[in-house]
C-alpha cells in the first residue's frame, strides 16, 4: 500500500465552475475524513465517512459542498458553483478506528 | 467544544539547540494527543501520539508528555537539526468520536 492518494495535486478553476477532488485511503482503513487548510491555519474538518456512511458533516461544508464514499473505498468531494474563497488546500486522511491520521499530500485549489 | 492552543511563531533556532513547541487544549471527553509535521509542499504526517494522561509519546527525538493536569501535550526536542524544519501542528481527538481538532501550527525554522 502506498499510503493516501490524492488527485490531482494541483486544481486551478474559474469562479463558478465545478470540481471535483479524489481521495484514495489506506484499504484497511475504515474512517476517511476530509479537511481544508488555508495558508497559516490548521486543518479545519468538513466531513468524514465510516465505511460508505457519511457520519459528520461541518457548518464550513455548505450546499455547494457534497461527499461520497460509494462503496465504502475512495471518496470525492465536489464543489459546486466555485468562489475564491473556497482557494484553499483540500487534505484527505484516513485512519482505523480512533487512532492517528494517515494524511494525503493534499489538493491546492485555485479559484481565478 | 474541543480547542487546541499552540504557541505562536515563527520559532528559529541554531542547530543543536533545544526546542519547545508549547500546546495545551480543552475537551469535552478523554482526548487522545497528536503532534504532526508539514514539511513544504505536504500533506501532514504523524510524529508522535498520547492515548492516557501520563503517557510518553516519542519518535526521531521528538518527546511529548500527556499532561492532564495542566491539559497540555508540548513538544521538545534536545537537539534540532535543519532537517527539522517545519511546521508543527498539535491535535485532540476524543477516541472513537471521529473528528480532530487542530491547533494552527507552529513554524520551526533551524538555522546552520
Known amino acids: 500500500d502506498t499510503g493516501v492518494s490524492q488527485d490531482p495535486r494541483h486544481k486551478i478553476t474559474k469562479r463558478g465552475q465545478n470540481v471535483t477532488f479524489r481521495c484514495d485511503p489506506i484499504?484497511?482503513?475504515?474512517?476517511l475524513y476530509w479537511y481544508r487548510q488555508t495558508l497559516g491555519q490548521g486543518p479545519e474538518f468538513l466531513t468524514y465517512?465510516?465505511?460508505?456512511?457519511?457520519?459528520?458533516k461541518s457548518r464550513l461544508l455548505s450546499d455547494r459542498f457534497s461527499a461520497e464514499r460509494p462503496k465504502g473505498s475512495f471518496s470525492t468531494l465536489e464543489i459546486q458553483r466555485t468562489e475564491q474563497g473556497d482557494s484553499a488546500m483540500y487534505l484527505c486522511?484516513?485512519?482505523?478506528?480512533?487512532?492517528?491520521?494517515?494524511f494525503g499530500s493534499g489538493t491546492r485549489l485555485t479559484v481565478v | 467544544g474541543n480547542s487546541v492552543t499552540q504557541m505562536e511563531g515563527p520559532v528559529t533556532l541554531s542547530e543543536e539547540a533545544f526546542l519547545t513547541i508549547n500546546c495545551t487544549y480543552t475537551?469535552?471527553?478523554?482526548?487522545?494527543l497528536f503532534w504532526y509535521v508539514q514539511y513544504p509542499g505536504e500533506g501532514l504526517q504523524l510524529l508522535l501520539k498520547?492515548?492516557?494522561?501520563?503517557d510518553k509519546g516519542s519518535n526521531k527525538g521528538f518527546e511529548a508528555t500527556y499532561r492532564k493536569e495542566t491539559t497540555s501535550f508540548h513538544l521538545e526536542k534536545g537537539s534540532v537539526q535543519v532537517s527539522d524544519s517545519a511546521v508543527y501542528f498539535c491535535?485532540?481527538?476524543?477516541?472513537?468520536?471521529?473528528?480532530?481538532?487542530f491547533g494552527d501550527g507552529t513554524t520551526l525554522t533551524v538555522k546552520p
Open positions: 486522511a484516513s485512519s482505523e478506528g480512533g487512532h492517528g491520521y494517515t
Open positions: 484499504s484497511e482503513h475504515n474512517r
Open positions: 465517512f465510516q465505511n460508505e456512511a457519511q457520519l459528520e
Open positions: 475537551a469535552t471527553g478523554y482526548p487522545s
Open positions: 498520547a492515548t492516557k494522561a501520563d
Open positions: 491535535a485532540l481527538i476524543i477516541t472513537n468520536a471521529g473528528k480532530s481538532t
